[in-house]
């Protein structure tokens, strides 16, 4: 199944072109991913979404070398 909504980054409108009508920015697809417990990956997709979080993983690994 496709989705044929899409929203666009800039004016927050949806359409259902790949081109937003009013500012012609490029439109995106504002469905969530289909989640899976056997995911592999989730790891890395967190890493790359929230990069703030290697730093606080790696202090708090820090902390607990050091005790």
Do not use: A
């Not at 417990?37 to 050091?66: A, N």
Request: aromatic share 12%; net charge positive; glycine share 2%.
């Amino acid at each position: 199944m496709r989705w044929r909504i899409r929203k666009c980054p800039k004016c927050k409108t949806y359409t259902l072109s790949e081109t937003c009508p009013r500012c012609g920015t490029k439109t995106f697809v504002p469905h969530p991913h289909r989640f899976s417990p056997e995911d592999r990956y989730v790891e890395y997709r967190l890493w790359s979404k929230y990069p703030q979080l290697i730093e606080k993983v790696t202090q708090r690994k820090e902390k607990v070398h050091l005790l």
